[in-house]
């Protein structure tokens, strides 16, 4: 790896960690910035239980004092403390635990999102103009236009509700199929459309040209020359991809009920569980920023001729 693609990585975590940081400091003063509290929808709690409460889980403090305090347990212990609501639990078990059911749904989403969008967008650019292609143009739209909790609501009702094919428990394996088409559909059109745009521009260019007035067999054309290249863009997509599915899983989980870090995340902001909803948006936007570092990396890889800067 030369120096100047070094310091680009160098730069980039730096950037992260500044992203990450910004994160932090405006969800913890948004946060303690909305009237109320967590204790507050206890039952019939007196003035001072909640005051001991207060000052069991150091809320008691100047709300600078807390901050910094958060900060220096991140930075050296790397801990988001204990869960107001889910008492005697680590805000940290509650995401690991959360995170390995949302990453599995979020990697199988995105593997079938990668794998049908490159086929789908390969044969809709070599049968252009053609009915395939118009298909699958109207059908990939369609997806690219609807939001996921739209279809999630749309599939529970057709294939939970009417046809009882699935469980509406995301809690075993067969209760996760739903959840993983719904999460996979939007990508896998986008990637559908991506890889068209791409490959007929691929297709178009001089060498592929002169690849074909030379002889060249037509599916090493395709898949040594014409695949290869268009594939390019998506991969500078797919890691930002795989942050937006374990992200936008949230509402999906809610719908499901799937026990994956998105439900963890929309029950702690109705609970107003504050260790929780920091230590979720810390991991969540940390996913985003490292997943688009990892992009980055991957588009250089995938072609040297690009320069990091």
């Known amino acids: 790896m030369g120096t100047k ?43 001072s239980a909640l005051r001991a409460l207060e000052a069991k889980y150091g809320m008691d403090k100047p709300l600078m004092t807390q901050y910094f305090t958060y900060l220096k347990d991140i930075v050296t212990k ?16 509650i995401i690991v635990d959360g995170m390995s059911t949302s990453i599995k749904l979020g990697l199988v989403a995105a593997g079938i999102a990668l794998v049908t969008g490159v086929v789908l967008g390969a044969v809709a650019a070599l049968r252009r103009n ?36 699935f469980p509406g428990n995301g809690s075993t ?32 260019q001089d060498y592929i040209r002169t690849a074909r007035a030379k002889g060249v067999a037509k599916r090493r054309i395709i898949f040594g020359h014409a695949m290869k290249n268009s594939l390019i863009p998506v991969i500078t997509y797919f890691g930002p991809m795989i942050a937006y599915i374990v992200t936008g899983s949230i509402v999906v989980e809610q719908i499901f009920a799937v026990p994956g870090i998105g439900r963890q995340f929309v029950s702690s902001i109705i609970n107003r569980d504050y260790p929780m909803i920091m230590g979720t948006t810390i991991v969540l936007a940390a996913l985003i920023v490292i997943m688009n570092l990892v992009s980055d990396i991957l588009y250089k890889v995938v072609d040297p001729r690009i320069k990091l800067d």
């Open 173 to 204: 394996p067969p209760g996760l199929v739903l959840p993983i088409v719904t999460l996979s559909l939007y990508p896998m059109a986008y990637i559908t459309r991506l890889t068209r745009s791409s490959m007929l521009d691929v297709l178009g």
């Open 78 to 93: 790397f801990d988001f403390g204990p869960s107001l609501k889910q008492r005697g639990r680590m805000v940290s078990d």
């Open 130 to 165: 053609r009915f395939f292609d118009k298909l699958i143009m109207v059908i990939t739209t369609a997806f690219v236009s609807m939001p996921s909790f739209i279809m999630g609501v749309l599939l529970l009702i057709a294939f939970v509700v009417k046809l009882a094919w």
């Open 5 to 47: 693609n070094l310091l680009y990585i160098m730069k980039r975590l730096a950037l992260a960690l500044l992203t990450v940081w910004v994160v932090i400091t405006v969800t913890f003063f948004v946060m303690h910035a909305v009237p109320g509290g967590p204790f507050l929808s206890e039952k019939a709690i007196s003035e």
